[in-house]
């Protein structure tokens, strides 16, 4: 199994990220080839609207630290993408990448109810949203919304681990139940 992560946090270490390399690391001990990125560390810019994508190009135009981790997550089995909660929102690193596969819809992709995607369907993706307001209420609606845009792109399976509450850098180590529902994950993810 090729497994992508993507670090949205700015904290290397932060909480979605200690996270997020927790169940990557159960992964690999399964055998899953595992690539992480650091977006913060990356240099990139979100979509730039050029539609080059739907009208001359198989791909993204743009030549920046984003292309071989498109390439590499359209070559994937499994994404994870691991975020804080800011401003109600996923980062602005993650969203800025998230514009970016708008390259991998195809052109008839609004029209066309069958296929929407250049990429090979059957995809998992494992959302981590970790948020400083203990309220589970509250952001709720992040993970709806991403998973229903990934199913177009050939993410037809997604799956959350998301926590609430965990402020400071280190705070999710006050959440050992999310590092168990990461574990039930893994397991039924690769037996
Ligand atoms: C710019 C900024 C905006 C934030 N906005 C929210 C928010 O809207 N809701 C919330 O519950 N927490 C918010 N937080 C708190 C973070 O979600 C929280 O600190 C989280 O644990 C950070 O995860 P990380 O360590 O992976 O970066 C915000 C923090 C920052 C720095």
Known sequence: MKVVSLLGSPRR????????????????AKGAEVSTYHLNGLTYKG???CFACKTRLEHCIGEDDLKPVL???????LLVLASPV????VSAQLKAFIDRTFSFLRPDYATNKEVKTRLQPGKHLVFILVQG?????????IYPRYSYFFNWLGFTHSHLLRVCGPYAKGDIENYPEIFD???????????
Do not use: I, M
């Open 133 to 141: 307001h203990p309220k589970e209420k509250l952001f709720a609606d």
């Open 47 to 49: 979509c730039q609207a």
């Open 13 to 28: 270490k932060g909480n979605s990220s200690t996270l997020a390399d927790f169940f990557t690391s159960l992964l690999q």
């Open 71 to 77: 390439q590499k997550v359209a070559d994937s089995d």
């Open 181 to 191: 529902q990461a574990k039930e994950l893994a397991n039924k993810l690769l037996p």
């Open 86 to 89: 800011y401003f109600g929102e």
